[in-house]
């Protein structure tokens, strides 16, 4: 999958990047999603953000015009998402939902979602899409 991360602090780079294992066209940038930086997101099917980007209806709407189909927050809380409307919008939105919110977890968590949307297996807990989809039979 083309993905972009937003929002990554220094610390986590190279988690991320070894939890991915060069499987995903993963980019990683430190710059936070805003108006400014919707570019980095053209092209690409799924962005991460942290909980210190704030998607509400403008950037919602921002990043489906350019072809965002899905959200992965690093957090387990999804308060600073619009979640109504990107649902409204349909994107599939997933977070990462275990205690442990270590840089090594949430990376791990973050990817196993990328794996399993590539192979078309639900999220399970981290799913919070809020909508039926064809993949919610395919439990991992």
């Given at each position: 999958m083309k993905v972009v991360a937003y929002n990554i602090l220094e610390s986590e780079k190279e988690t991320l990047?070894?939890?991915?294992?060069k499987v995903h066209?993963?980019?990683l940038i430190s710059n936070p999603l805003q108006h400014s930086t919707i570019h980095y997101a053209k092209g690409k099917e799924v962005i991460i953000v942290s909980d210190r980007d704030h998607l509400?209806?403008?950037i919602l709407d921002l990043l489906n015009k350019v072809g965002?189909?899905?959200?992965?927050?690093?957090?387990?809380?999804?308060d600073h998402?619009?979640?109504d409307y990107a649902r409204?919008?349909?994107l599939h939105l997933a977070n990462t939902p275990l205690a442990d919110n270590s840089f090594e977890s949430i990376a791990k968590q973050?990817?196993?979602?990328?794996?399993?949307?590539?192979?078309?297996?639900?999220?399970?807990d981290a799913c919070q899409c809020g909508f039926g989809c064809d993949n919610k039979k395919l439990k991992r």
């Open positions: 990047a070894k939890a991915n294992a066209d993963l980019t509400n209806k403008e965002v189909k899905k959200i992965i927050s690093r957090s387990i809380r999804l998402i619009d979640v409204e919008l349909k973050t990817i196993s979602n990328l794996n399993n949307w590539t192979s078309g297996i639900c999220l399970g």
